[in-house]
């Protein structure tokens, strides 16, 4: 039974910077492709930044470019997602998945394609 795991949500000002994790004790994060995504309120759940399995390419959705970056520290075990300049707009539920799979039927940043997920770690930007 695998279990993933998300963390360092938290409430920030805008401008601010978090840290999110996540971790995993059932998968080698590392053999995966790993998508972050959110979920706002009322809004539906969307892609926020893939990395490819092999320390491969990243991808991120264009609401986050240049201010989010995902990386894997394998030693750990753990995939990040590292925000910078928060933004009210940022506040979301934030989640970690696992794409299982090798083959893409949608695209990197579609939560359809990704088969394990977190439970999610919330993030506030607020003043």
């Known amino acids: 039974q695998v279990q993933l795991v998300e963390s360092g949500g938290g409430l920030v000002q805008p401008g601010g910077s978090l840290r999110l994790s996540c971790e995993s004790s059932?998968?080698?994060?590392?053999?995966?492709?790993i998508g972050w995504f959110r979920r706002a309120p009322g809004k539906e759940r969307e892609g926020v930044a893939c990395i490819t399995r092999n320390d491969g390419t990243t991808y991120y959705g264009d609401p986050v470019k240049g201010r989010f970056t995902i990386s894997r520290d394998s030693a750990k075990n753990t995939v990040y997602l590292q925000m910078n300049s928060l933004k009210p707009e940022d506040t979301a539920v934030y989640y970690c998945?696992?794409?299982?799979?090798?083959?893409?039927?949608?695209?990197?940043?579609?939560?359809?394609?990704?088969?394990?997920w977190g439970q999610g770690t919330q993030v506030t930007v607020s003043s």
């Open positions: 059932g998968f080698f994060l590392g053999y995966y492709d």
């Open positions: 998945a696992v794409k299982e799979g090798r083959e893409w039927y949608f695209d990197r940043l579609s939560e359809h394609e990704y088969d394990y």
